[in-house]
C-alpha cells in the first residue's frame, strides 16, 4: 500500500512539474502546432540583432534607392569571438557558421527588399561577400537613418526570406541570328542585364569586342528596348555588329594577339552571374594578358583584366569596374588604359551623335567634314562626367521628334585621367588614362524623353550622387532571443486553409486555384499571399488575367496527396509585397520564327530560345515570331501562332524524360510532307482556322504571364468563325492554355469573343439560325502513308490503341490503320465521362484528354456532344451547342510516357490521369490577426534590446468572415484559447475542381 501510494505521488509531482513548466512557456505571435518555436534549446535560441546607421551629409539628402553596400566582415567582425562565421576555425564542424543567405534587413519596423551575394572566388561565403540593399526613401540633409538586420547561425535555422528577382541576367536571344548572319566565330557567349529600366548586352565571346556592350537600352513600361545608345535605331548589319560597342578596353581586346578567339570567359558562372532583388551582375576575366608586344603600351605578362556590370533595382544606369588580376598584377599598381566608347550608323560615315558636353567647357562638335584627331584634355573638365547627344537646335539622320532628347551619359574615374581623343567624322571615342589607377569605375546612363528632358542637369545631379555613393554607417550589434524577433521574419501569418477531398484523392502536384476575391476580407493586397505547409514555402503565384492590374487568382501545387474524404491544412502568409509572378520563374518562354531542321529543334539545342521572363514579356513577344517555346522542368513545348490552318495548336509536345514528342515523334520536318500538317489539338472543320481564304491569319498573343508554377498564354484567333453558320467575324475564337511546372498537363479553355458573346450565351438560334458546330481535332501523324491501309512508322508514336470510358471501340494494329473512308465511331449512349485515352502498346507513350471538364462534363455527352471518331492518324470530337458558356470550355492533355506507367494497367493509368483534374475539393479560409512589434533599435554599443510589447490588438470588424486577434506572446493557457476560438470560425466554404 505504501508502495503504491509513493508511486501514485511520484506520478502526481510529475505532473504537477510538467503543468508548472508549461505554464511557464511563452509562445510567440505566429504560433502553430507545427511551429513550437518555444522548444528550441537555449544555445539555438540566439539571433544577432545588427543595427546600420547611415548619416545623411549635411549639404545634400541621399536619394531613395541609392545602393547601400555592407561587406559581410563589417558584420562578422562585430560577432562574439565564439561565433565562427564562415566556419574558418572548425572547418569539420560548420554547425555554428552564421546563415548569412538568412539575413533579414528591416527599416521602419518592415522587411525591406535585400539580397546576400558570393562575389569572391571562395566556396561559400566569406568577409569579401556583400549585404546589398537600397535606400527605401530619401534621407533628408543631416539626418541619420537607422537600419536593423537580423541574423543568427545555423542551428536555429532562421527562414530565407523571399523578394523577386528584377534585376536579372539570362542569355541574349539573338545569338543564333548572328551567327547565322555573320559566321560561327563572331559572336558564341552574350547577356543581357536589366532592371525595369534600362537593359544591356554584355559581350563573353565576341570578336574584337569581347568584355564589352553591344546594347545599352532605356526599356518602355513593358521592357521593350525604346532607345539603344549605343546602335540607335541601327542593328543586323555587318559593320554595325562589328563596331557596335562600348567599354572597350583596348588592352585585353584589340591590342591583343589573340583578339576576337576566345579572350574573356566566366570564372565562374555561380559567382560572376548574379542576379536578385536589388542589384544584377556579370563579372568576366580575359585569357590573354595586358597588351602585347607589337603595341605601344607593351606586354605585362600575368595580369589579366576583370570586367564587372552592375545595375540596381529602378535605377536607370549600368556600373562599370574595369579591375586587374593574374600573379603579377600587384607588380603594376598603375598601367595605361585606352577605353574605348563606340558606335557605328552604317547609313553614314559617322557618328549620329554629333557633340560632346564636357562640363566646364560646354559643347564640342563633332562635324562629319572634319576628319582630324581632336583631344579633349583632363584639366579642361569641372566635374569628370561627360554626355553624347545632339546639341540643342541640331538634327540627326535619319530626322525624328525629340532626337536631342536622345543619348548617353558617362561619369568616370578622374585618376591618370589625360584625354579623350576622338575624330569629327568617326563612330570612335577614345578615354586614356596615362596611369590608370584599379579597380576604375565608371557609370553609363542612356537616357530619352522618358527619362531626362534636360540631360545637363541630369547629369549634373548624378554625379553628386556618384559622389556620395561610398556611404558611411555605423554598426551596432545585440543578442536577442527568436521569441524577440519581429514576427514578419517568419513571414507575417494571415490566415490558415484546409484544403478538403471530395470522393476521389488529391494527387501531388495538383493545381489548386483561389480566386482573390476570396481574400476580400483581408486587409492586404492578395498579391503578397504565399502558402506554406508547415515550415515550408510553396511556390505561389498570383496572376492578373484580365490586364487591370488587380491580381484575380492565386495557385500552387499540392506538394503531397490528399486522400479521399482527408484534409490538409495549410498557413497563409502576407509577404511585404507583391510577388509579381512568383518567388523564382521556372518556366521559360520565348517567341521566335520558326526555322529548325530536325536535328537542332531537341530541347539540349534550342534553349538558347528560351528568355527566362521578368513579368513584362507579354507585349515583347507578341510583335514577333510564329511560335512561341513553353519550357517546364519536364517538357518542351511549342505552340504555332501563324502557321497556315493550325494555329493555337501544338508543334511539339517534348516529353524529355522519355525522348518522345507527343505530336511529332521522330519525323524529319524537313523531309516529310506531314511537317506541313502536324499538329495536334486544333478547332478547325466546323469552327477556327478551317482551310478557307481566312485560315492563313495569324492568331495574335493577348496575355503572357510566366511564374513559379504555371505559365498562362492567351491567343485571339486572326478570323472569325467558319463553318455550318456561314462566316462570322465577330465571333471569334479566345483560347487560354495554362502549362504548370511539373508538367502534369495542359489546360486549354476556349471561349468565344469579338462582339457576340452575349448573345451567343443565350442562343445561337437566335443569333444565326442554328445551333453553333466545330471539331476539335487531334492528330498522330507519326504513319507510313506510302501503303494503304496505312502502317505505323517505325519512329513514328505508333499510337495503336483508344481507350474511351464505358465503350468497348479499341483499336489495334489490326484496325488502328485503314483506309481514310473507315472511320470508327465511339458509342456515346456507352461513354461513361468526357474523356478517352490514345497510346502506343508497345512503348507505352501515350496521351489522355478530357473534352470537357468542369461544369459542363455532367451534360456534355447528352447535350454537346454530336460525334467522337478516330481514323488513320486522328481522332475528332465533334460538338454543338445552342448556348456557349460565357466562361468558355475547359479542355485538358496529359501526355504521359513509358516510365509512368511501369507495372500499371494503362486503361488505369488513363482513369488516374483524368481524375488528377476531375477530381473536387473544398476550401475553408480562416482570417486570423497578429499584434506585432520591433524591438528597440539597440545603439551603437552591444545592449540588449527592450523585450517587444505584449499588448494585443482589438478584433477587428468583419461582415464577410468572422477572425481573431492572435496575442503577440501568449501564454499556453491563452494558447489553448486561442485555437478553439481559431477552430470555432466560420469558414469561407467553395466547391473546386
Known amino acids: 500500500m505504501k508502495n503504491k501510494l509513493s508511486r501514485t505521488n511520484m506520478i502526481l509531482m510529475v505532473v504537477l512539474l510538467l503543468l508548472f513548466a508549461l505554464a511557464q512557456l511563452s509562445f510567440p505571435a505566429y504560433f502553430l502546432p507545427s511551429k513550437n518555436i518555444s522548444r528550441v534549446r537555449a544555445a539555438e535560441d540566439e539571433v544577432f540583432w545588427v543595427t546600420l546607421q547611415i548619416p545623411s551629409p549635411s549639404a545634400k539628402a541621399l536619394p531613395s534607392r541609392t545602393p547601400v553596400i555592407v561587406n559581410l566582415n563589417k558584420i562578422a567582425d562585430m560577432l562574439p569571438t565564439s561565433v565562427d562565421p564562415f566556419g574558418y576555425k572548425t572547418p569539420t564542424d560548420v554547425s555554428d557558421d552564421v546563415k548569412w543567405e538568412a539575413i533579414h534587413v528591416f527599416y521602419n519596423g518592415a522587411p525591406i527588399p535585400f539580397q546576400v551575394d558570393d562575389i569572391d572566388d571562395q566556396v561559400g561565403f566569406s568577409g569579401a561577400d556583400e549585404l546589398v540593399f537600397q535606400l527605401p526613401e530619401d534621407i533628408p540633409s543631416g539626418t541619420i537613418a537607422i537600419f536593423s538586420i537580423y541574423l543568427g547561425t545555423n542551428a536555429n535555422n532562421l527562414p530565407i526570406h523571399y523578394f523577386p528577382d528584377v534585376c536579372t541576367v539570362y542569355e541574349y536571344p539573338k545569338i543564333a541570328e548572328v551567327t ?152 603594376y599598381p598603375t598601367l595605361m588604359i585606352e577605353l574605348q566608347n563606340r558606335e557605328k550608323n552604317p547609313g553614314i560615315s559617322y557618328s549620329p551623335y554629333k557633340s560632346i558636353y564636357v562640363p566646364g567647357t560646354g559643347w564640342r562638335p563633332r562635324n562629319p567634314d572634319d576628319l582630324d584627331d581632336h583631344a579633349i584634355l583632363g ?130 502536384d495538383k493545381p489548386v486555384i483561389i480566386q482573390a476575391s476570396e481574400f476580400s476580407s483581408f486587409p492586404l493586397d492578395p498579391a503578397t499571399i504565399v502558402i506554406k505547409d508547415g515550415d515550408i514555402e510553396l511556390p505561389t503565384q498570383a496572376d492578373d488575367l484580365d490586364g487591370d492590374g488587380v491580381v484575380d487568382e492565386i495557385v500552387f501545387q499540392l506538394p503531397h496527396t490528399i486522400a479521399a474524404k482527408d ?80 494555329q493555337s495548336s501544338f508543334k511539339h509536345v517534348y516529353v524529355k524524360d522519355d525522348n518522345w514528342d507527343l505530336v511529332k515523334a521522330n519525323w524529319d520536318p524537313w523531309t516529310d510532307w506531314r511537317y506541313n500538317w502536324t499538329r495536334t489539338i486544333y478547332d478547325a472543320d466546323y469552327g477556327w482556322h478551317d482551310s478557307n481564304e481566312y485560315g492563313n491569319t495569324s492568331d495574335t498573343i493577348e496575355l503572357l504571364k510566366v511564374g513559379p508554377v504555371r505559365c498562362v498564354l492567351q491567343t485571339l484567333s486572326g478570323i472569325g468563325y467558319k463553318g455550318a453558320l456561314g462566316i462570322h467575324d465577330n465571333l471569334r475564337a479566345l483560347r487560354t492554355f495554362t502549362f504548370y511546372n511539373g508538367f502534369s498537363g495542359i489546360h486549354q479553355n476556349l471561349r468565344l469573343t469579338g462582339g457576340d458573346e452575349i448573345a451567343a450565351s443565350i442562343g445561337m438560334t437566335a443569333l444565326y439560325g442554328g445551333p453553333l458546330q466545330f471539331a476539335t481535332k487531334y492528330l498522330d501523324f507519326s504513319i507510313d502513308t506510302s ?99 460565357l466562361e468558355g470550355i475547359n479542355r485538358v492533355l496529359v501526355p504521359f510516357s513509358g516510365s509512368d506507367v511501369v507495372g500499371a494497367d494503362l486503361e488505369t493509368h488513363i482513369d488516374t490521369l483524368n481524375n488528377h483534374w476531375a ?75
Not at 481514310?820 to 465511331?825: E, L, P, T
Request: charged share 20%; hydrophobic share 35%; glycine share 6%.
Open 180 to 331: 547565322e548572319n555573320f559566321g560561327a566565330d563572331m559572336l558564341k557567349e552574350a547577356y543581357y542585364i536589366e532592371n525595369s529600366k534600362i537593359q544591356a548586352c554584355a559581350l563573353v565571346d565576341a570578336a574584337w569586342s569581347s568584355g564589352g556592350l553591344y546594347e545599352l537600352s532605356v526599356l518602355d513600361e513593358y521592357g521593350n528596348s525604346q532607345w539603344d545608345a549605343i546602335k540607335q535605331r541601327f542593328d543586323s548589319t555587318w559593320e554595325s555588329w562589328k563596331w557596335a560597342r562600348f567599354a572597350t578596353v583596348e588592352q585585353f581586346i584589340e591590342l591583343n594577339e589573340k583578339a576576337g578567339t576566345n579572350n574573356f570567359f566566366l570564372p565562374d558562372p555561380e559567382r560572376s552571374i548574379i542576379q536578385g532583388p536589388v542589384r544584377a551582375r556579370i563579372r568576366m576575366q580575359s585569357i590573354p594578358p595586358y597588351g602585347d608586344a607589337s603595341s605601344i603600351w607593351g606586354t605585362k605578362p600575368g595580369v589579366f583584366g576583370v570586367v564587372t556590370y552592375d545595375l540596381y533595382a529602378n535605377l536607370p544606369y549600368l556600373d562599370y569596374t574595369l579591375d586587374i588580376t593574374g600573379p603579377n598584377a600587384a607588380n
Open 787 to 885: 501503303t494503304i491501309p496505312w502502317t505505323t512508322f517505325p519512329d513514328g508514336n505508333g499510337f495503336d490503341m483508344v481507350y474511351g470510358p464505358g465503350t468497348p471501340n479499341k483499336g489495334g494494329n489490326s484496325n488502328r490503320y485503314q483506309a481514310v473512308d473507315s472511320d470508327r465511331a465511339f458509342d456515346l449512349s456507352l461513354m461513361t465521362a468526357t474523356y478517352f485515352g490514345m497510346y502506343s502498346s508497345g512503348s507505352k507513350n501515350g496521351y489522355m484528354s478530357n473534352f470537357a471538364l468542369g461544369a459542363e462534363a455532367s451534360t456534355f455527352i447528352t447535350d454537346h456532344l454530336t460525334d467522337l471518331i478516330w481514323s488513320d492518324g486522328e481522332i475528332q470530337v465533334f460538338q454543338e451547342f445552342e448556348e456557349f458558356s
Open 567 to 646: 484534409s490538409k491544412v495549410f498557413s497563409l502568409y502576407a509577404k511585404n509585397e507583391r510577388l509579381d509572378n512568383g518567388q523564382s520563374t521556372m518556366i521559360s518562354v520565348a517567341q521566335a520564327k520558326y526555322h529548325e531542321s530536325f536535328k537542332n529543334w531537341l530541347p539540349s539545342t534550342v534553349y538558347s530560345k528560351y528568355i527566362n521572363t521578368t513579368g513584362h514579356i507579354a507585349p515583347a513577344v507578341a510583335t514577333v515570331g510564329d511560335v512561341v517555346w513553353i519550357d517546364t522542368d519536364r517538357a518542351t513545348m511549342c505552340v504555332y501562332l501563324s502557321a497556315g490552318w493550325r
Open 379 to 508: 584639366s579642361e573638365f569641372s566635374e569628370y562626367w561627360y554626355v553624347e547627344k545632339l546639341a540643342p537646335g541640331e538634327t540627326m539622320f535619319p530626322e525624328e521628334p525629340d532626337a536631342d532628347k536622345l543619348g548617353f551619359g558617362m561619369i568616370f574615374a578622374d585618376a591618370g585621367f589625360t584625354n579623350i581623343t576622338y575624330k569629327k567624322g568617326s563612330e570612335e571615342l577614345k578615354m586614356i588614362y596615362d596611369s590608370s589607377e584599379f579597380p576604375l569605375h565608371g557609370r553609363y546612363f542612356p537616357f530619352d524623353a522618358t527619362i531626362t528632358n534636360d540631360a545637363i542637369s541630369y547629369m549634373e545631379n548624378s554625379y553628386q550622387d556618384w559622389l556620395s555613393r561610398d556611404l558611411d554607417f555605423a554598426v551596432g550589434i545585440s543578442t536577442i532571443s527568436i521569441s524577440e524577433l519581429p514576427p514578419k521574419i517568419f513571414g507575417e501569418e494571415v490566415g490558415i486553409m484546409e484544403i478538403t477531398a471530395d470522393v476521389d484523392p488529391l494527387v501531388a
Open 919 to 993: 477530381a473536387e475539393y473544398t476550401i475553408d479560409i480562416i482570417r486570423i490577426t497578429t499584434a506585432t512589434s520591433e524591438p528597440t533599435v539597440p545603439t551603437t554599443e552591444t545592449s540588449e534590446p527592450t523585450k517587444p510589447s505584449t499588448t494585443t490588438e482589438s478584433e477587428e470588424t468583419d461582415t464577410s468572415s468572422k477572425t481573431t486577434t492572435v496575442p503577440s506572446v501568449t501564454s499556453a493557457s491563452s494558447f489553448l484559447f486561442v485555437f478553439v476560438s481559431i477552430a470555432t470560425i466560420s469558414y469561407l466554404t467553395k466547391k473546386r475542381k
